[in-house]
């Protein structure tokens, strides 16, 4: 039989074997699923994934296939996305200034009238279709709102940018520019 020290020791050594193993499991599970994700994006440089989605308040629904010869500027955003709410505004203005821009915004919003309500709030103008059940949002590899890509003209991921800051906007505009110009 043992004695109280040395059971204590040997239930001590254990507990701390256990913590080790078990932590060493996370993260390599954590690992695992990051390179999972990580996986999942496309590439730059790489055809962007193919969609068509309905529109977000009308009928009509937008692919990006018919948008092919276009530079195309693709974000997905969400209602209770605060920096969506910064953003989608600029987003108009880029348009405005760069009228060859195709702006496709996605909806992520499962509730189709939140959406709704927030695109009629924050930026009415944009061209916006609804992905609800995500799947064009998975293909594409998003993690966070707002993620935006820029496509060129032959259907190309040229760009990928996920969030935002008030300083996002000069570097988007150049790689527009940049785009619209080849």
């Not at 254990?14 to 996370?26: K, R």
């Not at 990580?38 to 308040?57: I, T, Y």
Request: contains cysteine.
């Amino acid at each position: 039989m043992m004695s109280p020290s040395t059971l204590r020791r040997t239930i001590g050594v254990t507990a701390t074997w256990s913590c080790v193993v078990l932590s060493l499991t996370l993260v390599v599970l954590t690992g695992a699923g990051w390179a999972a994700k990580e996986g999942r994006r496309p590439s730059v440089g790489k055809p962007a994934p193919a969609f068509s989605l309905p529109g977000l308040d009308s009928n009509d629904s937008v692919s990006i296939a018919a948008l092919r010869g276009k530079v195309v500027f693709v974000d997905f955003w969400a209602s209770w996305c605060l920096p969506c709410r910064q953003l989608m505004p600029r987003i108009a203005e880029l348009k405005a200034r760069h009228p060859d821009l195709e702006v496709v915004a996605i909806s992520v919003d499962a509730n189709r009238d939140k959406a709704i309500t927030f695109l009629r709030a924050v930026e009415p103008s944009l061209r916006a279709v609804r992905d609800g059940d995500h799947k064009v949002a998975d293909a594409y590899g998003v993690e966070r709102m707002p993620s935006s890509f820029l496509i060129d003209r032959e259907g190309k991921l040229r760009f990928r940018h996920d969030g935002y800051s008030s300083d996002d906007m000069k570097m988007i505009e150049q790689r527009v520019r940049l785009l619209l110009e080849e």
